[in-house]
């Protein structure tokens, strides 16, 4: 039987061909082939000139834009909204967060931060709880992120995991810590929504909340 994984963004498991395994017998995947289809997301090699919804948006992942640079570049997507987004150099390996408070298309709150050694999944969480904080009480706003893993996880599972005392049918649940922080927020401000938003696809401030997850890389951290 060929031995399982369980894909780091949608949390899917899946398997691959004996033939790969065989070429490649060293490596453990970290995604299922339909998220790596997605351009420049939690390892997934970068596609060259993938157009944005917005005008002249063509953008890659390794291209690690200052802020300043993201609001010049980009104009698509929602201009209000709290915008979440997690980076990692290697999985594990050196990572940073970022998050986002645009109102009418203007920088209400930001914050960032990095850790030494950590995840993709680690800082995609903590990308998305300091969203949550900053998320106003009692008025409804979105929360974006372009983890699938995270949206489900707080939409779908979470809930159910906390009625088994925090078990998942498969076994245990993977940073637990951030998980039950986040669920803890999600309860706390019941009109924040949280939605996925297509990672690199020209939206300015999920550009601007990646800008920030990556500013340790760049030096502006």
Known sequence: ????????????EFSLADSVRA?????????????????????????????GR??????TRTQN???????????????TGIFTDGSCQGNPGPGGWGAVY????????????????????????????????M???GEPITVYSDSQLVVKTLMLWAK????RGWKRKEGEVKNLDLVQRAWALVQERPLARIEWIRAHDGSRWNEYADALSTAYISGEA
């Open 160 to 163: 159910g995991w906390e009625a």
């Open 54 to 59: 917005g005008k002249g948006n063509s953008v």
């Open 102 to 133: 645009a109102r009418d298309g203007k920088v209400v709150e930001e914050r960032y931060g990095h850790e030494p050694g950590t995840t993709n999944n680690r800082m995609e969480l903590t990308a998305m709880i300091n969203g949550l904080e």
């Open 65 to 79: 834009l200052s802020t300043d640079e993201v609001l010049m570049r980009f104009t698509a997507g929602p201009d």
């Open 1 to 12: 039987m060929s031995e399982a994984f369980t894909c780091s963004d949608c949390g899917r």
């Open 23 to 51: 070429k490649y017998p060293n490596w453990t995947p970290k995604q299922c082939m339909d998220c790596r289809s997605r351009p420049g997301k939690d390892g997934a090699a970068p596609k060259q000139g993938r157009a």
């Open 135 to 137: 998320a106003p009480a």
